[in-house]
């Protein structure tokens, strides 16, 4: 069992700056894929970024060049740095986690969701 709680969100104007942060317990090891996904109201939930194993990341084009996601190397923790916020970036962000070394569309285990809100 991994547990993730996720801290961090809050509102910000456009152009400005949130960093999330997502803490894990629980069963950690090193064959963890991470991730974060992100669902604005009324649209589908949808993947922003992931880490796998390995550190390799993938992102979402819409979020590429603006996030970057990280981990510290206990993979206890897991961020989400986010610049150039736009409004179409308001949404609930939740962190998951899947005992894979490798990242792939499955995540067994969820957080609560942090609220991220960016004004015009």
């Known amino acids: 069992q991994v547990q993730l709680v996720e801290s961090g969100g809050g509102s910000v104007q456009a152009g400005g700056s949130l960093r999330l942060s997502c803490t894990a317990s629980?069963?950690?090891?090193?064959?963890?894929?991470m991730g974060w996904f992100r669902q604005a109201p009324g649209k589908e939930r949808e993947g922003v970024a992931s880490?796998?194993?390995?550190?390799?990341?993938s992102y979402a084009d819409s979020v590429k060049g603006r996030f970057t996601i990280s981990q510290d190397n206990a993979k206890t923790t897991l961020y989400l740095q986010m610049n150039s916020l736009k409004p179409e970036d308001t949404a609930m962000y939740y962190c998951?986690?899947?005992?894979?070394?490798?990242?792939?569309?499955?995540?067994?285990?969820w957080g609560q969701g942090s609220q991220v809100t960016v004004s015009s």
């Open positions: 998951a986690a899947e005992p894979s070394w490798y990242c792939s569309r499955t995540y067994t285990y």
């Open positions: 629980g069963y950690i090891n090193r064959r963890l894929c």
């Open positions: 880490i796998d194993s390995g550190g390799s990341t």
